[in-house]
């Protein structure tokens, strides 16, 4: 399994930004996916999520109403959307992917790991 996270950079404070997590090896449609992120200094936090039988995402109330998950069914890949972000925001954003974990999706290990991708908000 190999998960490849794209679209980091560089936002202004208010800006928008899309992350893309493209997997290999494994078809995203039984899986659990998620999007974790850890700032400098501090332990890695889960961002938003999608259980493996579907349904709701779960996100982190940090996040509720600007970061939204999807999943690409046909580009086996997970979609982070990001509005509204704030210098707080700045990261390595990382996606994982896991076959067994189901609803609520947050707070379950995750078997694979994207090597993650750098998101700097500031002015």
């Known amino acids: 399994v190999r998960l490849v996270e794209t679209g980091g950079g560089l936002v202004q404070p208010g800006g928008s930004l899309r992350l893309s997590c493209a997997a290999s090896?494994?078809?995203?449609?039984?899986?659990?996916v998620a999007w974790f992120r850890q700032a400098p200094g501090k332990e890695r936090e889960e961002v938003l999520c999608i259980p493996a039988t579907g349904g709701s995402s779960y996100a982190a109330d940090a996040v509720k109403g600007r970061f939204s998950i999807s999943k690409d069914n046909a580009q086996n890949a997970v979609v982070l959307q990001m509005a509204s972000l704030q210098p707080d925001d700045t990261a390595v954003y990382y996606c994982?992917?896991?076959?067994?974990?189901?609803?609520?999706?947050?707070?379950?290990?995750?078997?694979?790991w994207g090597q993650g991708t750098q998101v700097t908000v500031s002015p």
């Open positions: 994982a992917v896991d076959p067994m974990v189901g609803a609520p999706c947050f707070g379950y290990p995750y078997d694979y």
């Open positions: 090896g494994v078809s995203l449609d039984f899986y659990a």
